[in-house]
């Protein structure tokens, strides 16, 4: 049997304890699996004194993981320590500089700096893995990187965010405001005391950003993506695409134009008879649409301690199967010399249309310059329903729009326009609509 592969795991929280626990709890079937021991024997965190309920007593503690990374005797360097720059950076850079493999679950480090670590860990010829930094415990990395050879990708979306979505399914459920579901979902741990990053699109976008990269071969781009959050979606919202036959979804897309990639991260109505619609609650999903294969969807846990450590497993295992001498894949798919900068996608036709919801004075006139302001900007609408806003002292009504194939230049401007008339009486709504998937 080849000899032990040895493991320093950097950063104890619920993933880190739930990593090495398994690695303890199921030491005998990974030693089956890959032909070899996997052991721990090097930690790091902050705070040595905390009960993480495991016996971390026969690892060599560092209260510095990059002096882990460093010195350690370990062929294994795991960073669960979050963050882009700080101890995950520069134990990373570390790690691999010294010739050590490396596996993260760090989006946010991988969305900034992924490209300059994936050509150290080429040069050195070691591995960096990271399946559990998108999607949790779904393998869409693997998927993308070793099982889809010979595709070409036109598209890949999905559900990247657990909070996000556990908010809208509840919304919908229960019939209650973001507000309460939200304070819920930070109760239960869903959730962040300060849920900026996960509600308004941050954390999909760094996901979104890593399978771009894998799936059209370019530089990761996280700055360069349209961002919209769900803080703005209302009852009203989610009861309008209902009786339409959508169901708001918060997606991440990334997709291949003439023009250049385009990704985006935003409310999206879907079908409900749609497949990526049936997703409900914490679960993730990712689709990928390629000219071989069709679409593939993958969906599973994308959050929580024991689905992201199996992932981390996952990689770690992965390593302990490969044996001295053996070429390891790039870590992008590509080489990370050879990855294309990023060509962002001029603003373009959107094939599902929009969903705009408008709340105006209800007096004369004002419809007829709402439909002024959609003809001047060239908008075919498909339908239009108008409701009146009960209990109000001033006379309101709620107008819902639904438009054929359009850009979102001139929804934009129409919009724009409608607002500057000074006909609405609320801030307005517009929410993509996708036709497929």
């Known amino acids: 049997m080849a000899e032990a592969l040895r493991v320093g795991i950097a950063g104890l929280g619920t993933v880190g304890a739930s990593v090495a626990r398994v690695l303890r709890d199921k030491a005998a079937e990974l030693t089956r699996q890959c032909g070899r021991d996997v052991t721990v024997t090097a930690v790091s965190a902050r705070d040595r004194k905390r009960d ?17 990374a460093q010195a350690a005797d370990i062929d294994v360097f795991v960073e669960l320590i979050g963050g882009d720059e700080g101890a995950a950076r520069s134990s990373v850079k570390a790690a691999l500089e010294a010739g050590r493999h490396v596996v993260t679950a760090n989006k946010a480090l991988l969305a900034k700096h992924g490209v300059a670590l994936a050509e150290i860990a080429e040069k050195k010829g070691v591995l960096l893995n990271y399946e559990a930094a998108v999607a949790g415990g779904i393998p869409v990395i693997k998927t993308m990187r070793e099982a889809m050879a010979g595709n070409s990708v036109t598209r890949v979306f999905g559900i990247l965010n657990g909070t996000c979505n556990y908010i809208l399914t509840r919304m919908e459920a229960e019939g209650v405001s973001f507000d309460v579901v939200l304070k819920d979902a930070q109760r239960l741990g869903y959730a962040e005391a300060d849920p900026t990053f996960d509600i308004e699109g941050h954390d999909t976008a760094h996901k979104l950003s890593i399978l771009t990269s894998l799936a059209f071969g ?41 023009s250049g990639i385009e990704q985006r991260v935003h409310p999206t109505m879907v079908p409900t008879a749609s497949v990526i619609a049936q997703v409900h609650g914490v679960t993730n999903a990712v689709a990928i649409e390629t000219d071989i294969l069709g679409e593939l969807l993958l969906s599973g846990p994308g959050a929580g301690g024991n689905a992201t450590a199996s992932a981390v497993i996952g990689d770690i295992a992965d390593i302990a199967k490969s044996r001295p001498g053996f070429q390891h894949g790039p870590v992008f798919g590509r080489p990370a010399k050879e990855l294309k900068p990023y060509k962002k996608a001029q603003m373009r036709s959107h094939a599902g249309g929009y969903f705009i919801r408008l709340t105006v004075h209800d007096r004369i006139g004002v419809f007829a310059a709402i439909a002024k302001r959609m003809a001047d900007n060239d908008i075919s609408l498909e339908s239009i329903v108008q409701h009146a806003v009960g209990g109000e002292a001033e006379a309101q009504k709620t107008v819902i729009l639904v438009t054929h194939e359009t850009t979102e230049a001139a929804v934009r401007k129409a919009v724009d326009g409608i607002t500057k008339d000074g006909h609405l009486t609320d801030k307005p709504q517009v929410i993509r609509i996708e036709r497929a998937g």
């Open 52 to 68: 993480r309920g495991i016996d971390l007593g026969s690892a060599t503690w560092f209260d510095d993981p990059v002096k882990m």
């Open 218 to 258: 370019t530089k990761i781009a996280a700055n360069d993506i349209y961002m919209e959050g769900i803080s703005n979606i209302t009852q009203a919202d989610i009861r309008a695409a209902g009786d339409l036959g959508y169901r708001i979804k918060l997606l991440g897309v990334a997709q291949r134009t003439e």
